[in-house]
């Protein structure tokens, strides 16, 4: 059983949230409290359990093809931002200069 004060610290820890001021003040606390130290350990092995358990999420094999033909295309792209989109090919010929008649 851990001490309830630090059972939120130790969970904290348990995902990297510690603070070092507060990593090393529970690092101390746990060298002394067998209680917390067995908390500690059965939260790392929850984890653990957790991660091997839940599958990651399987990507369709063109994912990376396309993200990256994406890319490259947004980047070749014009950026005329301060044209608004409204403006397309019709627009920009209405703001061409009249030619005589
Ligand atoms: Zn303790």
Redesign the pocket.
Same mark, same amino acid.
């Given at each position: 059983m851990? *001490?309830p004060e630090?059972e939120d610290l130790i969970l904290d820890y348990c995902e990297g949230a510690a603070s070092p001021a507060d990593g090393a003040l529970l690092e101390s606390?746990?060298a002394a409290?067998a209680? *917390?130290r067995q908390y500690l350990a059965l939260q790392r092995e929850l984890d653990l359990r957790l991660a091997k358990s839940l599958a990651r999420p399987a990507l369709s094999p063109d994912f990376a093809r396309e993200l990256t033909a994406r890319m490259a295309e947004r980047r070749r792209t014009p950026r005329l931002r301060w044209l608004p989109r409204i403006l397309d090919s019709t627009g920009y010929l209405s703001l061409a200069p009249r030619l005589p008649a």
């Open positions: 851990a *001490c630090f606390h746990i409290c209680g *917390c």
